[in-house]
């Protein structure tokens, strides 16, 4: 009977910690969608890095034989913010109206210190009264930290062969 009873603890554990990791998503969809992008980066480790691969063979791509769309670091990153947010970004002054989907979150590895983690998204953009969708698979690689977490990495993998469904002004 005992040995029953164990599996059972153990898929407890992990239904909390992606409960976590969800609950973590959310808030973060919410704080880009909210254009609170100065709360958004307070999400980030110091040495984090967001990244979109190429569209052709995005699983392929490396640093050191592709173009990424986006591979920044955090200095980068706080440079891009304070431009969207301080109104020289002219392609989002004013803002788009953003509505992200966050779906099928799973936990794909784990230790004591690091949760890596997969969901799919859909992000609706409306700006002028033209609409584009984007959508594909984050990958994170999150820090643990106190009760919450931190991201040390995130890609967004565009499952798009072009970009005719509009141009890419905010952060995905």
């Known amino acids: 009977m005992p040995e029953k009873l164990e599996p ?56 050191t034989n592709s173009l990424f769309i986006v591979f920044d670091d955090m200095k980068i990153l706080r440079s891009r913010v304070q431009q969207l947010l301080g109104g020289t970004a002219w392609a989002e002054n004013p803002h788009s109206k953003l509505r992200r989907l966050i779906t099928n979150v799973r936990v794909t590895e784990l230790d004591e210190q690091t949760v890596c983690t997969r969901a799919n998204f859909h992000v609706h953009k409306s700006r002028r009264g033209q609409a584009s969708d984007f959508f594909g698979e984050y990958r994170y690689r999150l820090l643990r930290h106190v009760d919450d977490f931190r991201i040390v990495e995130r890609t967004a993998i565009l499952a798009h062969d072009d970009f005719s469904q509009g141009y890419l002004s905010f952060i995905l």
Do not use: C, G
């Open 8 to 63: 059972q603890v153990q898929i407890y554990s992990n239904l909390q910690l992606r409960a976590a990791v969800e609950d973590f998503l959310y808030k973060e969809a919410e704080l880009l969608d909210e254009w609170r992008l100065t709360e958004w980066l307070e999400l980030f480790s110091e040495d984090a890095v967001i990244k979109i691969p190429p569209l052709i063979d995005p699983m392929l791509a490396s640093t």
